[in-house]
């Protein structure tokens, strides 16, 4: 089974902080993805990426970049964390196949920025 | 913006019961897939149905896309206290990222 692993299942930090969420798969999928899920908006597309090195905006990116230096590895950075990001954020990965496959989530990170 | 919409958002049945949710969409896709989120946890996909399929079957689960009426329904037969948690439908156009609906919170009463 496809393993999708975030580094932390709940984080607290303050107004104005750098934050790296990380998130390891183990599947060698090409595609990687980050979304945030917020009561009532369902689940919104920060950021993908389909290769190393590459990344794409999604939906709503502003406020957060990506860091894929490693096939397995991708990072989401809040340059400074705002109280708006205040949320559960999920990553997924899924094969190149196309975008459209479907996508292995990890538990999510509970983010509360205070 | 999203493109699917589940109906009802919220569903409470009694063990054993079938359970039918419904998620409609706006434009034409490439593929419909649902997915379920217990408490706390991340999603795991469900099913795939392809824009030129009718239904489709899994265990338990029974998914129909009608493209005419743009519309798809999730059906659990005998529904189980382990089957509570949100279902989300999510649709995709060409070769696009997946567009998720907002989910409906199905809860299982023993």
């Known amino acids: 089974d496809v393993k999708v692993t975030q580094s932390s299942r709940y984080l607290v930090k303050r107004t104005g902080e750098k934050v790296f969420l990380e998130c390891v798969q183990d599947?060698?999928?090409?595609?990687m993805f980050w979304y945030r899920q917020d009561p009532g908006l369902g689940l919104r597309l920060i950021y993908f990426?389909?290769?190393?090195?590459?990344?794409e905006k999604g939906d709503i990116p502003e406020g957060y970049s990506v860091s894929r230096e490693k096939k397995e590895r991708f990072s989401l950075i809040l340059e400074s964390a705002s109280t708006n990001q205040t949320s559960m954020y999920l990553c997924a990965s899924s094969l190149l196949a196309g975008l459209n496959q479907p996508q292995h989530f990890g538990d999510g990170t509970r983010l509360s920025i205070l | 913006s999203q493109q699917g919409e589940e109906d009802p958002q919220a569903l409470s049945i009694q063990e054993g019961e079938n359970a039918t949710m419904n998620c409609s969409y706006k434009?034409?896709?490439?593929?419909l897939q649902w997915y379920r989120q217990n408490s706390g946890r991340g999603l795991v996909h469900l099913i795939l149905?392809?824009?030129?399929?009718r239904e489709k079957h899994s265990g338990r689960l029974r998914v129909t896309l009608d493209t005419s009426k743009k519309s798809s329904s999730l059906l659990i037969t005998a529904s189980r206290a382990a089957d509570t948690a949100s279902y989300f439908c999510a649709t995709v156009r060409g070769n696009e990222k997946l567009t998720f609906g907002t989910g409906t919170r199905l809860t299982i009463i023993p």
């Open positions: 990426s389909y290769d190393v090195k590459m990344k």
């Open positions: 599947m060698d999928h090409e595609n």
């Open positions: 149905i392809r824009s030129n399929e």
């Open positions: 434009t034409s896709i490439n593929n």
